[in-house]
C-alpha cells in the first residue's frame, strides 16, 4: 500500500543541465514554430512539420534524450524528456515527439529490439505503436487485429502521431510486428481530428506483411509500460501549454484596455488567473513527480501517473479556456492562436483514457474501495 | 531569562558537514541520553548543538546546513525517543517570531529570544491585527511615542492568537502619522507580561477562544526590543507575513497527512459511508490534496534556507480552500452523525485538537484558514500583482499622509 508513508525525497525542481536543454529547445521552436506556421500546416496535407522534427530529433538529439548512449542516445533521463515536452506543449509544435520518442522508444526498449531502438535514437526513424489514442495503459486491448501467415488484417483507430511514422509496431495478443506503412495492404486514413496539431489515422491491414520482432517481453506488458509512460510525460506537455496560455493571457490583459483602464487591473480577472496560477503550480510539481518516478522506475509510478494526468489534463484545459475567454472577441477567431490551445487542450485529456478513467483506478493503488449499490 | 550560553561543541571544533551530520548526531545522542535527561534540559541542550534548525546559523540553534538536512536529525532524534519541542504550542514563534528574527534582529536579540522560543518555553503572538486594520494592515493606529531609552505604546490589537499564553509579541505599530502609511511604522518585540498589556478572550465561531483583544495602555517597549530601523517596520512586517504564508500553507509534508487524511480514513472505515457521488469527490479531492503535497515540497526545495518568496501566497490559498472543501465533504460522508458536535463551551482550545474533535469542529475551524494570516482575496491579489505582474487597483492610500487619509 502506498498511503500514509513518506516517500523518499524527491528532486521536483529543474536542474541546470535541464535549464539549458529547455533554451536550446526554445530557441528552435521560437525559431521554426510560430503558431501561424502550425496554422497553415494543420491546414496543409502534411501532418507534420518534418522540418522541425528534423532539428529538434536530429540535430539537437531530442529524440533519445533518455537512452544510453551506447546505442545513440543522450544518456539523460526522461526527466529531461518531460522538459522538451514542456517547451512542444508550450508552442503545440505538430511534431510526433511524445508518440515516437517516449511511447514507441519504450515500447522497443522494453521488448528489447535493440536495432529498432539504435534507428530511433538517431531520430532518422519516426515509429508509431498502433493503439487507439484513448487506450489507458491499465486496461488490456481489444484485439482487432489478427495473424495469418507473417500478415496482418484488421483495423486500429484513432491512432495518434502516426501519420508520419516511417515504422508501425503492432501489438497482436503477446507478440509484436513490425510493419511499414507503406506496404501494400496498408492504408492510413487521416481522420479530421479535434486537435489538428496531433492528428489521428485510422490504420488498415489487409494481409499487410509483417515481421514478428523477437521480444524479451510480451507486447501487453510492453504496451501497458510504453502508454503509462505516455501518460506519465503528457502532464508535462500539459503544464507547458497551460504556462503558455497563462502567460499570454497576463500580457494580454496588460495591455489591453477598457473603460479607461488596464483590463488586468480588475480584480475579477486578477483573480481568476491567480487561481489558474496556484493550479498550474501544482501541475508542476505533480507533472516533475511524475516525470521523476518514470526516470528513476519508482514504484509510485502508477500513482504518480493517475495524480498528473487526471490534475494535469483538467489545469490545461481550465487554462486554455481561460486563454479564449479572456481574449474576448479575438479569442474566439480563427486567427488568434488561442483555439489551437483549446483544442490541443481538450483533445489532450481524452488521450489515454483520460482522468475519470485515471481517478478511478487510482482508488485501487490507494485503497478508496468503491461504493457497492446494496448499501446506497 | 534563561541561560543562554553557547554549547562549546559547536563554536569550536571543525563545521559540521552535511556528510557529518549522522555521526554528530550519533555523538550527540552518546552524551546526552533522552532517557534520562529532563526534557527542557535535553531540547536546551540540543539547541545549543545546532541541532535544533540545521539551516539556522551557529550560535542560533543551526549549524548553517541545507534545511533538507533537517529530515536527518530528526529522523535520528525521534528513533532515539527524543522528545520534541511541541511545535503546535508555539504556531507564530515558530513559524514567524524565528524567521523574523533571524532576518531583522540584532546577535543580541537572536541570542535572548531564540533558544526559549525554540525550547517552547516562552510562546509568541503576533500584535498585527486591529479592529479598523486588517487586510489593510498597513493602515493600523497603534501609537509608538519614544520616551527616554523606551517607547509607549497605546492602541488595541484584534484577533490575537496566542496572547493569553504569549511571554512576547511581534508588535508593529505607528512611529510616525505625518507620513504615508507605509512609512511611518516601526516593529517591536512586546513583552506581554508589561504592565498595560491587557488580554481578553475573543470567542470565535467553534465556541472557543483561541485568539483574544489585547489592549496596550501606555506599554513601555524598550528601544532594544526595536527590530529593524525607525519607519522601516513595514519591510519587517512583509518578511513575517510572507513567512506567516509559507507557515500556514505548508503543513502536510506525508501523503495524506493533512484534513484528507482524516477523510479517507472514514471512507475505509465503514461501507455504509460510500456513495456514489461522494466517491467522486473524495478522489477528486485526493488527486488535489496529493498535488498541493508535492506543490508544498516543490516550495520547500526552492526555499531551502533563504527568504520565503510570494510564492507561498500560493500555497496559503489552496491550502485552505482544499482543508474547506475536504472537512465538508466528512460532514457529508458522516451523515447524520455529523449533526452531532461535541463541545460548545467558551474554553480556551488545546492546539492540537483538529484530531480529537469531531469532523464539525474542522469543518468550522477550517474557515479560519481563508481569513488568518491574510485573506483569500488578499492572496489573489498577491498572486496577481506581485507574481503575474498585473497592474494593481488604483487608490491614492500609499501617497497621503496617514493622518490625512479619509477615517
Ligand atoms: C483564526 C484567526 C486567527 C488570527 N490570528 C491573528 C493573530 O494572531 N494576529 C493578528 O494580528 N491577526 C490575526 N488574525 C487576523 C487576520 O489576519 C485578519 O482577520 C485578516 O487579515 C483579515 O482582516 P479583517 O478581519 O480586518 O477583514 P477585512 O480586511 O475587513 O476584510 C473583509 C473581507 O473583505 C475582503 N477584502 C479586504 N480587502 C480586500 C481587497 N483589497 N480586495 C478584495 N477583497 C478584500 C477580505 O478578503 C474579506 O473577505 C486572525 C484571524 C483569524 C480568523
Not at chain 1, 530557441?27 to 510560430?34: H, I, M, P, S
Not at chain 2, 489593510?136 to 519614544?146: E, F, I, Q, R
Not at chain 2, 492572496?379 to 501617497?399: A, F, H, V
Request: with cysteine.
Amino acid at each position: 500500500m502506498t498511503t500514509g508513508i513518506e516517500r523518499p525525497p524527491t528532486d521536483l525542481l529543474y536542474s541546470e543541465q535541464e535549464e539549458f536543454l529547455r533554451e536550446t529547445v526554445r530557441d528552435v521552436l521560437n525559431k521554426a514554430c510560430d503558431w501561424t506556421s502550425v496554422l497553415a500546416l494543420t491546414e496543409s496535407e502534411s501532418a507534420i512539420d518534418r522540418a522541425l522534427w528534423r532539428t529538434l530529433a536530429v540535430e539537437v538529439g531530442g529524440a533519445a534524450l533518455a537512452l544510453p548512449d551506447d546505442i545513440g542516445g543522450a544518456g539523460a533521463t526522461w526527466r529531461e524528456t518531460a522538459v522538451v515536452l514542456e517547451e512542444l506543449g508550450r508552442s503545440i509544435a505538430p511534431v510526433p515527439y511524445l508518440g515516437s520518442a517516449v511511447v514507441a522508444t519504450i515500447y522497443a526498449q522494453e521488448i528489447g529490439a535493440g536495432d529498432l531502438l539504435a534507428n530511433l535514437a538517431t531520430g532518422e526513424t519516426i515509429a508509431a505503436v498502433a493503439v487507439p489514442a484513448g487506450a489507458p495503459w491499465f486496461r488490456p486491448l481489444r484485439q482487432t487485429v489478427t495473424v495469418t501467415d507473417s500478415t496482418l488484417t484488421g483495423t486500429v483507430a484513432s491512432v495518434a502521431d502516426a501519420a508520419a511514422a516511417d515504422i508501425l509496431l503492432v501489438p497482436v495478443g503477446e507478440d509484436t510486428y513490425l510493419v511499414d506503412p507503406a506496404a501494400a495492404g496498408v492504408r492510413c486514413t487521416p481522420v479530421v481530428s479535434l486537435d489538428e496539431t496531433r492528428p489521428l489515422v485510422d490504420i488498415e491491414f489487409n494481409a499487410a506483411p509483417a515481421q514478428r520482432l523477437e521480444g524479451t517481453r510480451p507486447a501487453g506488458d510492453a504496451t501497458a509500460a510504453a502508454l503509462r509512460a505516455g501518460t506519465a510525460l503528457l502532464a508535462s506537455e500539459q503544464l507547458g501549454l497551460a504556462e503558455h496560455c497563462l502567460t499570454a493571457t497576463v500580457e494580454y490583459l496588460r495591455v489591453r484596455r477598457q473603460f479607461g483602464r488596464a483590463l488586468g487591473s480588475y480584480q475579477a480577472l486578477k483573480h481568476r488567473l491567480a487561481d489558474l496560477w496556484v493550479q498550474i503550480n501544482q501541475a508542476r510539481a505533480a507533472a516533475r513527480y511524475a516525470a521523476d518516478c518514470l526516470a528513476t522506475g519508482s514504484d509510485d509510478l502508477a500513482v504518480a501517473t493517475a495524480v498528473a494526468h487526471s490534475w494535469c489534463s483538467e489545469v490545461a484545459l481550465h487554462a486554455a479556456e481561460e486563454y479564449v475567454q479572456l481574449h474576448g472577441g479575438i479569442g474566439f477567431t480563427w486567427e488568434h492562436p488561442a483555439h489551437l490551445y483549446l483544442k490541443r487542450a481538450k483533445s489532450s485529456t481524452l488521450m489515454f483514457g483520460g482522468p475519470d478513467v485515471h481517478r478511478t483506478h487510482l482508488t485501487g493503488l490507494i485503497d478508496l474501495p468503491l461504493p457497492t449499490l446494496e448499501n446506497i | 531569562m534563561t541561560d543562554t550560553t553557547t554549547d562549546a561543541a559547536v563554536s569550536a571544533g571543525d563545521p559540521v558537514t552535511e556528510d557529518g551530520l549522522p555521526t554528530y548526531v550519533a555523538d550527540f545522542l552518546n552524551t546526552h541520553d533522552p532517557a534520562t535527561m529532563p526534557r527542557i534540559d535535553f531540547l536546551r541542550a540540543r539547541f545549543d548543538a545546532g541541532l535544533a534548525w540545521v539551516h539556522y546559523p551557529i550560535g542560533c540553534g543551526g549549524l548553517g546546513l541545507d534545511a533538507a538536512a533537517q529530515s536527518i536529525v530528526d529522523a535520528a532524534l525521534e528513533a532515539a525517543g527524543a522528545p520534541d519541542n511541541a511545535p503546535h504550542r508555539n504556531v507564530i514563534g515558530l513559524g514567524m517570531a524565528a524567521p523574523t528574527l533571524l532576518a531583522h534582529g540584532t546577535p543580541e536579540q537572536q541570542r535572548q529570544w531564540l533558544r526559549p522560543l525554540w525550547t517552547g518555553e516562552e510562546i509568541w503572538c503576533q500584535l498585527f491585527s486591529e479592529p479598523a486594520a486588517g487586510s489593510d494592515l498597513a493602515s493600523l493606529g497603534t501609537k509608538a511615542v519614544p520616551d527616554g531609552t523606551d517607547w509607549v505604546v497605546n492602541g488595541q490589537k484584534v484577533w490575537t492568537s496566542l496572547a493569553h499564553e504569549a511571554s512576547w509579541a511581534l508588535l508593529i505599530a505607528r512611529t510616525d502619522p505625518t507620513v504615508p502609511k507605509h512609512r511611518g511604522l516601526t516593529y517591536f518585540v512586546c513583552d506581554m507580561r508589561s504592565p498595560g498589556v491587557d488580554v481578553r478572550a475573543l470567542r470565535q465561531l467553534t465556541g472557543e477562544a483561541e485568539f483574544n483583544e489585547v489592549f496596550l495602555d501606555n506599554v513601555r517597549v524598550p528601544d532594544d526590543n526595536r527590530l529593524g530601523e525607525v519607519g522601516a517596520g513595514w519591510k519587517v512586517t512583509q518578511s513575517t507575513l510572507m513567512n506567516e504564508r509559507v507557515a500556514i500553507g505548508a503543513g502536510a509534508a506525508p501523503r495524506e497527512g493533512g484534513p484528507i487524511g482524516f477523510l479517507a480514513d472514514l471512507w475505509r472505515q465503514d461501507e455504509t459511508y460510500r456513495t456514489i457521488g461522494s466517491f467522486d469527490k473524495l478522489v477528486q479531492l485526493w488527486v488535489e490534496a496529493e498535488t498541493m503535497r508535492l506543490t508544498t515540497e516543490r516550495l520547500r526545495q526552492q526555499a531551502v534556507a533563504g527568504t520565503p518568496g510570494p510564492e507561498g501566497s500560493g500555497s496559503k490559498l489552496a491550502y485552505s480552500l482544499l482543508a474547506q472543501r475536504v472537512s465538508s465533504l466528512e460532514l457529508d460522508i458522516l451523515g447524520e452523525q455529523g449533526l452531532r458536535f461535541d463541545d460548545w463551551s467558551f474554553r480556551r482550545p488545546n492546539l492540537d485538537d483538529e484530531h480529537n474533535r469531531p469532523a464539525g469542529y474542522r469543518f468550522l475551524r477550517t474557515k479560519g484558514n481563508s481569513i488568518e494570516g491574510g485573506t483569500s482575496e488578499i492572496m489573489r491579489n498577491i498572486i496577481s500583482e506581485r507574481i503575474l505582474g498585473l497592474p494593481s487597483e488604483s487608490r491614492t492610500d500609499t501617497t497621503t499622509p496617514w493622518n490625512e487619509l479619509p477615517r
